[in-house]
């Protein structure tokens, strides 16, 4: 979402990785290379945070020569950038606009502090340089030594960070809170020193994500407080805000403001530093809980999961084995070391969000600001949904491996609706209703959570809340405020939707052809959530309402054929390119005509028969002269970097065609995924583009918004054994290789299957898949399409 895209040409072949690592077996975190995706806008963060962790403790780099923001990148850190100026507590993994949380920088300096760091003279003053051969990064690990001659080394449990600095005995050791400087600024922050406890505490109030594109959007909806404790002695050196140092002060407070413009202004911000004695005690341990109720719930928080006497060693050595559990859910046999990291980095990536909200004791701050304890049955709150990207196939990925979180997050989204009154916000981001993007991504979600098997929820009561919120427009639904990109309402302009059956130009909303398909899919995804919770009358309704998009499908749009294109409300067509994006959103109109997933039967029908079809997603994917166009090739053709592409090369399964899906899959995973910094090609979105890869990996997709049946590609690796929670998945691929992408045969549980589909029983039940794969198509496999699910 959001793309926000450094294009750079890298020539490294691999960075980052711990020496000595080996192949995954029973240590797959081996086999992670964070650094992908750090350069070329993937935006992900190399530093160290549990599976969902509230807590990603990672650098904050300085921004890149002619940036105008804050950070290097979304995520707190661009590989090509150069310097830090802290390593902050929490990040928000591969967003677009200009980043979100990035809360209290913590920097070590090595010079004193006499000018204010907020001030716009200091520059870089209270940087360092950063030299990637000093720095390595693996799953429960990060360290680096600066250019300053500090050496930094983190860890991180769910709610706690674990620092060690070690100072070079010869210069000043002092440790900077920039409690204000959150990545996209912030409206007040606090900071106490106690040297007697030797403990900071203090807060940070922010918010404004993505605020720059909307004016009436700037605002703040979060406070994040923490407490640090040290191991070793230190004196007070001061606090600053704005232009002013106040050496001696031990308390402190200010925000940066959100300026003119949506980003924090030069010469604004406020913290504090601390120093301590480099000669007495150059090895500094930090211990630091935080939490988004109060600071009683930081302290609980430390006081639990980071007790006094509690090492960095152990902190790392624990995290690592966590992610193993994690990762190892998924076990591969075979392919290349690049293969292997890659496809363990994506589902490292994948499994970084949503995130751990709530306190250890059960505690949360609600979008009503009140504080809330968890549901019954619930076991904790998340936070931080990017609903446009994740609906599609990472909610499916992450329940798939764990049943109860999914269930949890189900839960954690229709206790923000409940806070929120009604709303299901599309993007939310801690306690705040971003409102970012379009559609109605929540009733997809929900579904894709149920169907995947997470149900301890409160199913009923989720789908009559999203059931309101599709047929009864509210006065945010009317509003345009926010809009285009941050309209307030669940559903913008819904009067229409219900009046038309299509979003209409000039409707409210960011692009109303996109924004008809969204709610198509939405409504799909509605019509399968009511059919589970016993609502058959409103299962009939809402697929019905899915076929609405078909009202904008216009056969005569070009010479070369139909298009689904922007409509005026009195029916008639405006002009239209299909290489425009006027009516659509982060993408062209040749692009969005393939996002019809839970319809492709209806679509192809309407592009003239499987032929015609297959004849147009030829030209989608490649180029007049008949090489791949599956990224950076223009509006014309597909853009598999992201989320409005990325369906498209499985609808290749219903014009009886499953070699192609195979080739075009892995074609695209081959272009764009690479163990390189530039080896993610855009936004990673919450861990939705390298959950698109792990299935594809994997050689099967969820391509049914809120169904559990997988249409079928072709595996990369040999062996793959999925475990989940009372059920094994086992995909051996005989032939499988980087030249084999082709399917010859396909056994499930013994049995020859000539279709390239799998029913929802096979993920709830589990089973064997065997392929044979080879170096060419067999093109009698497969030729019967998948179900498709039209209105009528």
Same mark, same amino acid.
Request: hydrophobic share 35%.
């Given at each position: 979402?959001?793309?926000?895209?450094?294009?750079?040409?890298?020539?490294?072949?691999?960075?980052?990785?711990?020496?000595?690592?080996?192949?995954?077996?029973?240590?797959?975190?081996?086999?992670?290379?964070?650094?992908?995706?750090?350069?070329?806008?993937?935006?992900?963060?190399?530093?160290?945070?549990?599976?969902?962790?509230?807590?990603?403790?990672?650098?904050?780099?300085?921004?890149?020569?002619?940036?105008?923001?804050?950070?290097?990148?979304?995520?707190?850190?661009? %590989?090509?950038?150069?310097?830090?100026?802290?390593?902050?507590?929490?990040?928000?993994?591969?967003?677009?606009?200009?980043?979100?949380?990035?809360?209290?920088?913590?920097?070590?300096?090595?010079?004193?502090?006499?000018?204010?760091?907020?001030?716009?003279?200091?520059?870089?003053?209270?940087?360092?340089?950063?030299?990637?051969?000093?720095?390595?990064?693996?799953?429960?690990?990060?360290?680096?030594?600066?250019?300053?001659?500090? *050496?930094?080394?983190?860890?991180?449990?769910?709610?706690?960070?674990?620092?060690?600095?070690?100072?070079?005995?010869?210069?000043?050791?002092?440790?900077?809170?920039?409690?204000?400087?959150?990545?996209?600024?912030?409206?007040?922050?606090?900071?106490?020193?106690?040297?007697?406890?030797?403990?900071?505490?203090?807060?940070?109030?922010?918010?404004?994500?993505?605020?720059?594109?909307?004016?009436?959007?700037?605002?703040?909806?979060?406070?994040?407080?923490?407490?640090?404790?040290?191991?070793?002695?230190?004196?007070?050196?001061?606090?600053?805000?704005?232009?002013?140092?106040?050496?001696?002060?031990?308390?402190?407070?200010?925000?940066?403001?959100?300026?003119?413009?949506?980003?924090?202004?030069?010469?604004?911000?406020?913290?504090?530093?601390?120093?301590?004695?480099?000669?007495?005690?150059?090895?500094?341990?930090?211990?630091?809980?935080?939490?988004?109720?109060?600071?009683?719930?930081?302290?609980?928080?430390?006081?639990?999961?980071?007790?006094?006497?509690?090492?960095?060693?152990?902190?790392?050595?624990?995290?690592?084995?966590? %992610?193993?559990?994690?990762?190892?859910?998924?076990?591969?046999?075979?392919?290349?070391?690049?293969?292997?990291?890659?496809?363990?980095?994506?589902?490292?990536?994948?499994?970084?969000?949503?995130?751990?909200?709530?306190?250890?004791?059960?505690?949360?701050?609600?979008?009503?600001?009140?504080?809330?304890?968890?549901?019954?049955?619930?076991?904790?709150?998340?936070?931080?949904?990017?609903?446009?990207?994740?609906?599609?196939?990472?909610?499916?990925?992450?329940?798939?491996?764990?049943?109860?979180?999914?269930?949890?997050?189900?839960?954690?989204?229709?206790?923000?609706?409940?806070?929120?009154?009604?709303?299901?916000?599309?993007?939310?981001?801690?306690?705040?209703?971003?409102?970012?993007?379009?559609?109605?991504?929540?009733?997809?979600?929900?579904?894709?959570?149920?169907?995947?098997?997470?149900?301890?929820?409160?199913? *009923?009561?989720?789908?009559?809340?999203?059931?309101?919120?599709?047929?009864?427009?509210?006065?945010?639904?009317?509003?345009?405020?926010?809009?285009?990109?941050?309209?307030?309402?669940?559903?913008?302009?819904?009067?229409?939707?219900?009046?038309?059956?299509?979003?209409?130009?000039?409707?409210?909303? %960011?692009?109303?052809?996109?924004?008809?398909?969204?709610?198509?899919?939405?409504?799909?995804?509605?019509?399968?959530?009511?059919?589970?919770?016993?609502?058959?009358?409103?299962?009939?309704?809402?697929?019905?309402?899915?076929?609405? %998009?078909?009202?904008?499908?216009?056969?005569?749009?070009?010479?070369?054929?139909?298009?689904?294109?922007?409509?005026?409300?009195?029916?008639?067509?405006?002009?239209?390119?299909?290489?425009?994006?006027?009516?659509?959103?982060?993408?062209?109109?040749?692009?969005?005509?393939?996002?019809?997933?839970?319809?492709?039967?209806?679509?192809?029908?309407?592009?003239?028969?499987?032929?015609?079809?297959?004849?147009?997603?030829?030209?989608?994917?490649?180029?007049?002269?008949?090489?791949?166009?599956?990224?950076?090739?223009?509006?014309?053709?597909?853009?598999?970097?992201?989320?409005?592409?990325?369906?498209?090369?499985?609808?290749?399964?219903?014009?009886?065609?499953?070699?192609?899906?195979?080739?075009?899959?892995?074609?695209?995973?081959?272009?764009?995924?690479?163990?390189?910094?530039?080896?993610?090609?855009?936004?990673?979105?919450?861990?939705?583009?390298?959950?698109?890869?792990?299935?594809?990996?994997?050689?099967?997709?969820?391509?049914?918004?809120?169904?559990?049946?997988?249409?079928?590609?072709?595996?990369?690796?040999?062996?793959?054994?999925?475990?989940?929670?009372?059920?094994?998945?086992?995909?051996?691929?005989?032939?499988?290789?980087?030249?084999?992408?082709?399917?010859?045969?396909?056994?499930?549980?013994?049995?020859?299957?000539?279709?390239?589909?799998?029913?929802?029983?096979?993920?709830?039940?589990?089973?064997?898949?065997?392929?044979?794969?080879?170096?060419?198509?067999?093109?009698?496999?497969? *030729?019967?399409?998948?179900?498709?699910?039209?209105?009528?």
């Amino acid at each position: 979402m959001m793309r926000v895209v450094v294009i750079a040409a890298l020539g490294i072949a691999s960075v980052g990785q711990a020496a000595g690592q080996r192949d995954a077996g029973g240590d797959p975190a081996s086999d992670v290379n964070p650094f992908i995706g750090t350069t070329n806008g993937g935006n992900v963060f190399p530093g160290v945070s549990l599976p969902f962790g509230m807590v990603a403790f990672s650098p904050e780099e300085t921004p890149l020569p002619g940036q105008r923001t804050a950070s290097a990148a979304p995520g707190g850190y661009e %590989w090509r950038a150069n310097g830090i100026r802290g390593f902050s507590l929490t990040h928000v993994s591969g967003t677009g606009c200009t980043g979100a949380s990035g809360d209290i920088p913590i920097m070590p300096v090595t010079g004193a502090v006499e000018m204010s760091p907020a001030s716009a003279a200091a520059g870089m003053r209270y940087a360092s340089m950063l030299d990637h051969a000093e720095e390595t990064a693996s799953p429960g690990r990060y360290a680096v030594r600066l250019g300053n001659g500090v *050496k930094v080394d983190l860890g991180a449990t769910d709610r706690t960070a674990v620092g060690r600095f070690t100072f070079p005995a010869d210069r000043p050791a002092n440790l900077l809170f920039r409690t204000s400087d959150s990545e996209v600024g912030s409206t007040a922050s606090t900071i106490a020193i106690d040297p007697v406890t030797r403990t900071v505490t203090g807060s940070v109030t922010s918010g404004n994500f993505c605020g720059y594109l909307a004016a009436d959007r700037r605002e703040s909806y979060y406070t994040l407080h923490f407490v640090a404790v040290f191991d070793q002695p230190f004196e007070v050196g001061g606090t600053w805000r704005d232009d002013k140092v106040m050496p001696g002060a031990a308390q402190g407070g200010g925000g940066t403001s959100y300026g003119t413009e949506g980003h924090p202004p030069a010469g604004k911000g406020a913290g504090g530093w601390i120093r301590f004695d480099p000669k007495r005690t150059p090895v500094v341990t930090m211990r630091v809980g935080i939490s988004y109720v109060d600071s009683a719930g930081a302290r609980a928080n430390l006081a639990r999961e980071s007790p006094a006497g509690t090492t960095l060693e152990a902190t790392q050595v624990a995290g690592r084995a966590i %992610w193993n559990r994690r990762l190892g859910q998924i076990a591969i046999e075979g392919g290349a070391r690049d293969e292997r990291t890659v496809f363990y980095t994506a589902l490292y990536h994948a499994l970084l969000t949503p995130n751990l909200y709530s306190d250890a004791d059960g505690r949360y701050r609600g979008f009503d600001g009140a504080v809330h304890r968890l549901s019954r049955g619930q076991g904790a709150q998340y936070a931080n949904y990017s609903g446009w990207d994740v609906y599609r196939s990472q909610l499916q990925l992450v329940t798939l491996l764990d049943p109860r979180r999914g269930a949890d997050i189900a839960q954690s989204l229709l206790n923000q609706a409940d806070q929120n009154g009604g709303v299901w916000d599309r993007w939310t981001h801690l306690t705040g209703a971003t409102s970012v993007m379009n559609g109605d991504p929540s009733p997809a979600s929900v579904a894709a959570i149920y169907a995947f098997g997470g149900r301890s929820f409160d199913a *009923k009561r989720a789908y009559a809340s999203l059931k309101r919120a599709a047929t009864v427009p509210t006065e945010k639904d009317l509003s345009r405020k926010g809009c285009p990109v941050l309209c307030i309402g669940q559903r913008p302009g819904l009067d229409q939707w219900l009046r038309l059956h299509y979003m209409p130009v000039g409707a409210p909303g %960011w692009g109303t052809a996109s924004d008809t398909l969204e709610l198509a899919a939405a409504d799909f995804g509605l019509s399968e959530l009511a059919r589970a919770t016993g609502d058959r009358e409103g299962a009939r309704l809402f697929r019905a309402r899915s076929g609405w %998009w078909r009202n904008l499908f216009n056969p005569k749009a070009t010479p070369q054929g139909g298009y689904i294109q922007p409509r005026n409300a009195d029916g008639s067509w405006p002009r239209f390119d299909p290489a425009g994006e006027d009516a659509f959103v982060e993408g062209s109109g040749a692009q969005y005509l393939w996002m019809v997933p839970f319809d492709a039967g209806g679509l192809i029908a309407a592009l003239g028969g499987p032929a015609a079809a297959s004849r147009r997603l030829d030209a989608f994917f490649r180029k007049p002269d008949g090489s791949w166009a599956v990224t950076k090739s223009g509006p014309l053709h597909a853009e598999m970097d992201n989320e409005p592409s990325i369906a498209a090369p499985w609808l290749y399964l219903f014009t009886g065609e499953p070699w192609k899906t195979q080739e075009t899959v892995r074609e695209a995973m081959r272009r764009i995924w690479t163990n390189t910094p530039a080896g993610i090609s855009g936004n990673d979105d919450l861990g939705q583009m390298s959950s698109w890869y792990v299935w594809s990996a994997l050689g099967v997709y969820p391509l049914y918004p809120g169904r559990a049946d997988l249409v079928v590609g072709s595996p990369s690796f040999s062996g793959v054994t999925i475990r989940r929670p009372g059920a094994r998945i086992v995909i051996r691929a005989k032939g499988a290789g980087p030249a084999a992408p082709y399917v010859q045969s396909l056994k499930v549980d013994g049995q020859r299957r000539e279709q390239a589909w799998l029913p929802a029983r096979f993920v709830e039940r589990g089973g064997t898949l065997d392929f044979t794969l080879a170096p060419t198509p067999d093109r009698a496999w497969g *030729k019967t399409p998948p179900p498709s699910f039209s209105p009528d």
